[in-house]
């Protein structure tokens, strides 16, 4: 992927991304991000990622759950234009920051499909400095696929960088976190224990 | 296994104790029993009851039972002093007691102590060298250190010896799982279906890990636990009636061509599409679209 690349992630998809893993503070957590590539002209493109479907927070190394969400997320997406643009994964323990397997095969899969493939991994230790006043810097890492095929973490160097798209997404989260908003929270994982509860999580924030 | 109406009892009695309504004991019961891990709730409304003099002198003999279950619930909760204090009057009051050690030993783990934690659990092996929790304990060290195989080794020398713990087998399947050993994964569930055979989440584990295993065999074998769980589970089972879809799809790609037992092993696959539909109406009438294109695309809609 030789052009540049921007990501940039909205806040409806930012904030249940990071609800989602503090709902289950003792297990991994995983998703999937929705999106489209927007062409800015020239050589320059940007993954917006819209939105994002918490998937599961129990048994992340097993397949069926994750054939069905993919099968009837797109599905629903598909009417609004978005497809599946990327994997989100937050890690059980608190200090453990590498993408771990699972994650990169999931990512892998997706990447076949959408090779700007975005793999998002939540950083616990900037999750927890973060402080209303400052703070636009997204709480998650982002890993793109390089061309000798591994998942590489992208840094601040310039290109294929990640930003919150609504720049006060931080300030809103943390006012989520404060309320406890993450008992709301509904993932794909619920979905299948009771179907009553939908993985859309429509409401969630009116 | 939690069960069901339980669970609901439990969220039941949480809403109703966080606003004001009592049943604080009630709760804090039914937490033990479930092993639920509420450690932010417990620890709110286990303090409130020992903090007041009255509420804690009704509790009698169970104070102490409090005193530990708060003091678990504030490990968890990074409270370390609150943990300290209740630890150190339970081991006022039994003095050299085991149980209380394994405590002391918890929170020097959930502190990050490691090392002080494994001398601790060494003295205490040395007087009770057959002590589950604490050979467990060791295991669980392992894994919060971020040590998996260490972690794999510790519990497959423990079930040698322990080999009816249940609850081991099941760690030891989630942690292989989780190292995308599926074969491995396999065999600890097959212990825990032969000890434990009318126990559905085991049989609807056993399939998922075939299921992601795959191959033909498998898929096969998969799909006759997926079946077994839904026998088990009186046909509520969504997974494993989704997972009777996933498989006869799977079977049918990698069998093109040959004819053998397509029939006979259709009725299955349309009455589970059947049983998810019929669901799906009732529960959750907006999923039903995605769900029947899903079904249609699998050609399973009658």
């Known amino acids: 992927m030789g052009a540049e690349c921007c990501y940039e992630v909205s806040q409806i998809a930012y904030i249940k991304l990071v609800l989602h893993a503090l709902k289950h503070r003792s297990a991994a957590v995983n998703g999937l991000l929705l999106g489209r590539l927007r062409q800015d002209g020239g050589a320059t493109a940007t993954v917006e990622i819209a939105d994002t479907v918490p998937l599961s927070h129990s048994q992340i190394g097993l397949l069926p759950a994750l054939e069905l969400a993919l099968i009837q997320i797109e599905e629903h997406f598909e009417a609004q234009g978005l497809s599946v643009v990327g994997y989100y994964h937050a890690n059980e323990r608190h200090d453990d920051v590498e993408l771990g397997n699972a994650a990169k095969k999931i990512g892998d899969h997706i990447f076949r499909y959408f090779p700007r493939a975005a793999v998002l991994l939540l950083d616990n230790k900037k999750l927890e400095r973060l402080q209303p006043s400052k703070g636009m810097d997204p709480v998650v890492q982002l890993y793109t696929r390089d061309s000798s095929k591994s998942w590489r973490q992208t840094g601040s160097d310039g290109s294929n960088q990640l930003t919150l798209k609504e720049p006060a997404a931080n300030v809103v989260l943390l006012d989520y976190i404060s309320s406890e908003k993450w008992q709301e929270i509904v993932d794909f994982d619920d979905h299948l224990d009771d179907i009553s509860k939908d993985w859309l999580n429509p409401g969630l924030f009116n | ?302």
């Open chain 2, 1 to 302: 296994m939690v069960g069901a109406s339980e669970a609901a009892q439990m969220e039941r009695l949480e809403s109703q104790v966080d606003n004001g309504g009592g049943g604080a004991w009630e709760y804090l019961c039914l937490v033990r029993k479930l092993k639920a891990r509420r450690s932010d709730k417990v620890l709110k409304h286990g303090l409130s009851i020992l903090n007041d003099h009255r509420a804690r002198s009704k509790l009698g003999a169970e104070e102490w039972t409090l005193y530990e279950q708060v003091a678990f619930a504030a490990m968890d909760c990074q409270q370390y002093d609150v943990a300290n204090d209740c630890i150190a009057l339970l081991s006022k009051q039994f003095p050299r007691s085991i149980r209380i050690g394994r405590l002391e030993g918890m929170l020097l783990e959930s502190k990050g102590a490691w090392a002080e934690a494994e001398k601790v659990y060494a003295r205490l092996l040395d007087d009770s060298p057959l002590d589950q929790i604490i050979h467990k304990r060791k295991v669980a060290m392992a894994k919060a250190q971020g040590d998996l195989s260490a972690a794999v080794k510790l519990l497959n020398k423990y079930l040698e010896i322990f080999m009816a713990d249940h609850d081991a087998w099941r760690e030891l399947a989630e942690i292989y799982v989780s190292l995308q050993m599926y074969k491995q994964a396999a065999f600890c569930y097959e212990e825990l279906i032969l000890s434990q055979p009318t126990v559905p989440p085991n049989h609807l584990a056993y399939a998922e890990v075939l299921y992601t295993l795959g191959g033909l065999e498998n898929l096969q074998t998969a799909k006759n636990y997926y079946a077994s769980t839904i026998a088990l589970s009186g046909g509520k089972n969504t997974r494993a009636l989704y997972g009777i879809c996933l498989c006869s799809v799977a079977i049918r790609q990698l069998t093109k061509g040959r004819n053998k037992e397509e029939k006979e092993v259709s009725d299955l696959q349309t009455l589970a599409a059947e049983a998810l539909q019929r669901d799906y109406k009732q529960r959750a009438p907006n999923k039903l679209p995605f769900l029947l294109s899903m079904l249609k695309n699998m050609k399973l809609n009658s």
